[in-house]
C-alpha cells in the first residue's frame, strides 16, 4: 500500500469510527441517500434537498489543505519536472511530451475557439500553458501550494 493509499484509508477508518454524520456539505440537510458505492466503503451520496452528489466521508478543509500539500501525487501529473525537461516541452508547446493536451486544446477550440479558461486543479500548470499558448485567457487554480508556485514561477499560468 502506497503512503498516499494508507493515508486515505487511515482517514476513511477514522471517519467510520468517529460516526461523521452524512448531511450535506453544502445546505446541511440530512436528507441524503446513497447512489453508490465503491470498495464498499466510499458512498456518493446525492442531497434530497439541493441535489448536491458528494463522497462519503465528506472530507474536512483542514484534512484536504494536508492532503494536498503532502500526501497527494498521481505520478507525472503531479510529479513537476526538471527545469531542463520543462524547458524542452516548452520550446516545443508541450508537442509530444508526457503531458501533451493538444488534443484536448483541439476538442476545446472546436466548441469554444476563443475566451476565458478556468482550470480548477491545475496541478503544476502544463494544461493551462497550453491552452494560454492557443490564445485563451487562462486562470489556473490549484489548492497545492508546490505546484501552484511551480506554475507560477515557470509557467507564468497562476
Known amino acids: 500500500m502506497t ?3 494508507l493515508s486515505f484509508f487511515k482517514f476513511l477508518l477514522t471517519s467510520y469510527l468517529k460516526g461523521q454524520p452524512d448531511d450535506c456539505p453544502y445546505c446541511g440537510s440530512a436528507d441524503t441517500h446513497t447512489v453508490a458505492r465503491r470498495r464498499g466503503i466510499i458512498l456518493l451520496k446525492r442531497c434530497g434537498r439541493c441535489g448536491l452528489l458528494f463522497r462519503y466521508p465528506k472530507e474536512t478543509i483542514e484534512y484536504n489543505q494536508e492532503y494536498y ?6 505520478g507525472i501529473t503531479t510529479q513537476m519536472p526538471p527545469l531542463d525537461i520543462l524547458n524542452e516541452w516548452k520550446q516545443k508547446g508541450f ?3 508526457p503531458r501533451d493536451f493538444s ?3 483541439s476538442i476545446v477550440q472546436t466548441i469554444v475557439p476563443s475566451g476565458k479558461l478556468l482550470d480548477f486543479g491545475a496541478s503544476w500548470g502544463y494544461a493551462s500553458y497550453q491552452f494560454a499558448l492557443a ?3 487562462v486562470v489556473g487554480y490549484e ?3 508546490p505546484c501552484a508556485r511551480y506554475a507560477k ?3 507564468s499560468t497562476f
Request: proline content about 0%; aromatic content about 8%; charged content about 40%.
Open 103 to 105: 488534443t484536448q486544446v
Open 95 to 97: 508537442k509530444g511530451s
Open 3 to 5: 503512503r498516499e493509499q
Open 69 to 74: 500539500q503532502d500526501d497527494y501525487d498521481e
Open 153 to 155: 514561477e515557470h509557467l
Open 135 to 137: 490564445g485563451y485567457d
Open 143 to 145: 489548492v497545492s501550494t
